[in-house]
Structures are given as structure tokens and as C-alpha cells.
């Protein structure tokens, strides 16, 4: 279990898979000035570099082959680095040229989330490390402000007395910093992951939450939603499958804003909205509507409503119509050979998250036996094709995201019983299926 992998994280193993942040870190210095504030020295008391040294890349080679008394971040300082001001800018530029959160500044004060990220403590290490993103990982730094700026704006429509917006802002901005830690092309899409790899990337919440949480001046509410915001309430996030109120008021808003912020950037929010309301189970309702309103505005691009490819649409339901159809065959025959089994506890697991998906798809209209008559019925409304094509995608990233957690709660299994070996095959099929489409 993945439990098993957390119980054995403390905050000197956030940096033990550090060395993809240890490369980048010192790769900033070959186009920016990067200097040693301090000396770096080895675990053992080695001198590896001397305070005010400029560091790059061509010191790789001598860190690398050692464990760092200090993390390398605490003891480097670059030149024109993220800053308050710097982030202000990013936040501003964010509501004027995107037309996807230009909305936000009509919903809210501007001012008031401006000044949220004015007042956000960054602690010189935890710049460096978003400096580092800027430069290095843009597309991450890019998500963890549009992440901030969403969490500002769902604190203050909820007017919930979690923390300062300042502080909903901080977390916002560093919730993912640890997958600073995680290579680039793990995160590439579509890439078939190991075991180990699928580790760092499911442990990249506890990475940023031990990151920050060694800062004393670091609002520990902040630091909890760090580590929360991949959990869901019903149970099916990581890295510990919280539910419900088991989840801070914080870490509810900021997962709320990485998923609004992800289904932003991949265009699944047209005007049906089906995207939103298949999540209705994962998040607290009042947040969902928040951002539901927010994207209630957004039109999909006038190129997919004049031609949504309906045929694809259609072949992706028809597939997700027998995957869905072909587990509860599964899930019949297992119960029935194993029922009482230890690795129950798996199978009830997988058909409780199947379930929960097929439930939030009949309320959206879906019948699995009858996709004919419903894509008839979404072809005569104005809006219907894309709502098809948005009930197909989204329903897709929600049955990967079953996927994926099933293999999570196997993953420490070194020896796959029957049950994990039946649920593989099935996954294995249904991923064939769509490969084919």
C-alpha cells in the first residue's frame, strides 16, 4: 500500500530523489547569475564550495557524489530572482491577457488579489525555488500561478475564515514544488511510468509539505493544504485517500484551483459544463459552483462548435459503455471466487470508484445501453455536440484517474494476488480499447 511508502518519509528523504533539482538549479546559473550565499558542504564536513563562488552547471559533476549537509537551496542566490513584485506582475498580466481568468477581475477587487500576492511571504529558499521553475520548468511555474490566482479567487468567494488570502496565495504558488524533485519526461503525457517513478510523482505532496514545513515563518495551515491538494472527498486522491472533513478548508480550496487550473488549460469547460458537473462527488459543492460560474462565461473556440468531431465523441462513449459493461462482469465473477479474500479490500475499492463514475454520469444524462438515443437527443440542442465531446473526455480522464489509483494501492504488492492480476487485465483492455479509437 502507499501508506506503507509515506510512514518511511521523513524531511531529509524530500531531497534524497533531489538530484533533478540539484541539475537545474545549477543549469540557472549558465544564464543567470547564481552565487553561494553559504558554503556547501558534504554530509561528512567536506568543503565542496566556497561562499560567493558562482555556481553552474560545471559543479554537477562534484555534488552530485555527495549527500549535502544543507539543501542546496538554502545556500544559493540568483540574480533577478522571483520576487513579490515579480509575482504581482505575473498575477496581473494573468487577468488582462488570458480570457480564461480576465473574468476573476469582474467577479473580485482586483486590488484585493493583487494584494494577496503582494503580501505573500516568500522565504529566500522558497524564491530560489520558484525562480528555478521560471527558468527551467516554465510550464510548472506558469500552472502554480494560475493555481494561486484561482485560490485567492475561490477564498474570497467563499468568504470561509481559513486563512489570510496572502497565505491561500503562498500555497498556492508552492504546492508543487516538489515535483522539482520528479524528472521533466515522468511527467510527459501519455509516458508509461515504473513503479518507482509513479512513487516520486504520487509523493510529491509530502516532498513540498516537508519543504516548507522545515520554515518556522511558514503558516502551517498553508503547509497542509500543500500536502492535501491531490486529495478528493470521496476518498479516491493521494498520497492518503482522505474523505470529507478529513481535509482542511484550505486544502479543499487549493485542490479545487489545481483541477480548475488543469481543466482550464486542457479546454474541457464549454458552455455544457458536463466537465464540472462529473466532479460534483470529488469537491465541496459551494467551490464547485464558484468555479462553475467562472467558466460559465467561457465559449469553447468557434472552430470545435462549428465541427466537434461528434464520431469520436460517440466511438469514446460507445468504449466507455463496454469498459464500464465488462467490470461489472468482472467484479461479479471475482466476488463470487474470492469473497472474504484479503484482496477484497481492492476489488470493493475499484467497484466503489466505478460506481461513483457511472452515478455521475446517469446524472448527467449518460445511459450506458441506450448512447444512440442519447446522442440523438445532445445532436438536437444548440450546444449538444460539445457537451457530447465533454462527457467523453471527461469521463476518459475520470476512469484513468481509477486507473491510476488502483495501481497506487497495489503498487506495493511484490507479488500481485489473483484479484490484482483480474483488475490489471481489465485495465489493460480498456486501455487498448480507447488506444484503438
Known amino acids: 500500500m502507499i501508506a506503507s511508502l509515506l510512514t518511511q518519509t521523513n524531511p531529509a528523504d524530500a531531497h534524497a530523489h533531489g538530484g533533478q533539482f540539484l541539475r537545474d538549479a545549477l543549469a540557472l546559473g549558465d544564464k543567470h547569475p547564481v552565487v553561494a550565499t553559504t558554503a556547501i558542504f558534504s554530509h561528512n564536513g567536506i568543503k565542496l564550495v566556497d561562499t560567493g563562488t558562482r555556481v553552474t552547471s560545471a559543479l554537477h559533476e562534484r555534488l552530485v557524489r555527495h549527500k549535502l549537509l544543507t539543501p542546496i537551496e538554502r545556500c544559493l542566490t540568483a540574480q533577478g530572482g522571483v520576487d513579490a513584485a515579480q509575482l504581482v506582475r505575473n498575477a496581473q498580466q494573468l487577468l488582462a491577457g488570458d480570457v480564461r481568468f480576465e473574468r476573476i477581475s469582474e467577479a473580485m477587487p482586483k486590488e484585493t488579489l493583487l494584494g494577496a500576492f503582494r503580501h505573500v511571504l516568500l522565504l529566500p529558499p522558497l524564491a530560489f525555488k520558484l525562480t528555478v521553475a521560471r527558468e527551467q520548468r516554465a510550464e510548472l511555474f506558469a500552472h502554480s500561478v494560475e493555481v494561486a490566482v484561482l485560490a485567492v479567487y475561490l477564498h474570497a468567494m467563499s468568504s470561509r475564515k481559513v486563512a489570510d488570502l496572502a497565505v491561500t496565495a503562498s500555497a498556492g504558488l508552492l504546492q508543487d514544488i516538489g515535483l522539482l524533485h520528479v524528472a521533466p519526461d515522468i511527467l510527459a503525457p501519455g509516458r508509461a511510468l515504473s513503479q518507482a517513478e509513479r512513487s516520486y510523482l504520487y509523493t510529491h505532496p509530502i516532498t513540498a509539505h516537508l519543504i516548507v514545513r522545515e520554515f518556522m515563518e511558514f503558516n502551517p495551515v498553508?503547509?497542509?493544504?500543500?500536502?492535501?491538494?491531490?486529495?478528493?472527498?470521496?476518498?479516491?486522491?493521494?498520497?492518503?485517500?482522505?474523505?470529507?472533513?478529513?481535509?482542511?478548508?484550505?486544502?479543499?480550496?487549493?485542490?479545487?484551483?489545481?483541477?480548475?487550473?488543469?481543466?482550464?488549460?486542457?479546454?474541457?469547460?464549454?458552455?455544457?459544463?458536463?466537465?464540472?458537473?462529473?466532479?460534483?462527488?470529488?469537491?465541496?459543492?459551494?467551490?464547485?459552483?464558484?468555479?462553475?460560474?467562472?467558466?460559465?462565461?467561457?465559449?469553447?473556440?468557434?472552430?470545435?462548435?462549428?465541427?466537434?468531431?461528434?464520431?469520436?465523441?460517440?466511438?469514446?462513449?460507445?468504449?466507455?459503455?463496454?469498459?464500464?459493461?465488462?467490470?461489472?462482469?468482472?467484479?461479479?465473477?471475482?466476488?463470487?471466487?474470492?469473497?472474504?479474500?484479503?484482496?477484497?479490500?481492492?476489488?470493493?475499492?475499484?467497484?466503489?470508484?466505478?460506481?461513483?463514475?457511472?452515478?455521475?454520469?446517469?446524472?448527467?444524462?449518460?445511459?450506458?445501453?441506450?448512447?444512440?438515443?442519447?446522442?440523438?437527443?445532445?445532436?438536437?440542442?444548440?450546444?449538444?455536440?460539445?457537451?457530447?465531446?465533454?462527457?467523453?473526455?471527461?469521463?476518459?480522464?475520470?476512469?484513468?484517474?481509477?486507473?491510476?489509483?488502483?495501481?497506487?494501492?497495489?503498487?506495493?504488492?511484490?507479488?500481485?494476488?489473483?484479484?490484482?492480476?483480474?483488475?490489471?487485465?481489465?485495465?489493460?483492455?480498456?486501455?487498448?480499447?480507447?488506444?484503438?479509437?
Open 222 to 437: 498553508a503547509s497542509t493544504a500543500i500536502l492535501q491538494h491531490h486529495e478528493r472527498l470521496d476518498g479516491s486522491g493521494y498520497p492518503y485517500g482522505l474523505q470529507g472533513d478529513r481535509i482542511s478548508g484550505l486544502g479543499k480550496i487549493l485542490m479545487m484551483a489545481d483541477s480548475g487550473a488543469a481543466l482550464l488549460k486542457s479546454g474541457a469547460v464549454g458552455q455544457g459544463g458536463v466537465a464540472l458537473r462529473l466532479l460534483h462527488r470529488k469537491f465541496e459543492p459551494a467551490l464547485l459552483d464558484h468555479l462553475s460560474r467562472l467558466f460559465e462565461s467561457l465559449e469553447a473556440p468557434s472552430e470545435e462548435l462549428v465541427a466537434p468531431d461528434c464520431d469520436l465523441a460517440l466511438r469514446q462513449l460507445h468504449a466507455l459503455a463496454e469498459t464500464l459493461a465488462e467490470w461489472d462482469n468482472t467484479h461479479a465473477k471475482l466476488k463470487a471466487e474470492w469473497s472474504g479474500h484479503e484482496d477484497d479490500t481492492l476489488l470493493d475499492l475499484v467497484d466503489r470508484r466505478v460506481l461513483a463514475l457511472e452515478r455521475s454520469l446517469l446524472e448527467s444524462g449518460f445511459v450506458a445501453n441506450q448512447l444512440e438515443s442519447f446522442a440523438d437527443l445532445a445532436m438536437q440542442a444548440e450546444s449538444g455536440a460539445q457537451e457530447m465531446r465533454e462527457m467523453a473526455r471527461e469521463a476518459l480522464w475520470q476512469l484513468k484517474e481509477v486507473t491510476l489509483e488502483a495501481r497506487r494501492r497495489s503498487a506495493a504488492s511484490a507479488t500481485p494476488g489473483a484479484i490484482e492480476q483480474s483488475i490489471a487485465r481489465w485495465l489493460g483492455r480498456a486501455e487498448e480499447r480507447f488506444a484503438r479509437i
